[in-house]
Nanobody, 126 residues
Framework: VQLQASGGGLVQPGGSLKLSCAASGRAISPRTVAWFRQVPGKEREFVAA????????TYADSVKGRFSIFKDGAENTVSLRMNSLEPKDTAVYYC????????????????????WGVGTQVTVSS
């Protein structure tokens, strides 16, 4: 599976961005897709995940109520809508996927995802 992330950029505090993750290259499409983010010098952290068969969603506490993960049109595209962005959201965002349908407790674990995309930079600054 190859993952292609897009949609990063520069936005002012309070603004919005949409990141998209398109999967290709394998007969079995990913069943759980997630977003993680990383700031230089810090560990990568979980942001959000969606289990595709039932739209089960999981969010990090830091983004609840502001970010929304969803299946976006095409079968193998998952997007992350980010609203009310804050400078602390500045990071490189990575799309990750697995062919397994993960339970809630597993969705935030990096090791559960076999496939990773190249990161996309999100910068929130005035």
């Amino acid at each position: 599976v190859q993952l292609q992330a897009s949609g990063g950029g520069l936005v002012q505090p309070g603004g919005s961005l949409k990141l998209s993750c398109a999967a290709s290259g394998r007969a079995i499409s990913p069943r759980t897709v997630a977003w993680f983010r990383q700031v230089p010098g810090k560990e990568r952290e979980f942001v959000a995940a969606i289990r595709k068969f039932d739209n089960g969603r999981t969010y990090a506490d830091s983004v609840k109520g502001r970010f929304s993960i969803f299946k976006d049109g095409a079968e193998n595209t998952v997007s992350l809508r980010m609203n009310s962005l804050e400078p602390k959201d500045t990071a490189v965002y990575y799309c990750a996927a697995t062919t397994r349908s993960l339970i809630v407790s597993a969705r935030g674990m990096e090791g559960q995802y076999e496939y990773w995309g190249v990161g996309t930079q999100v910068t929130v600054s005035s």
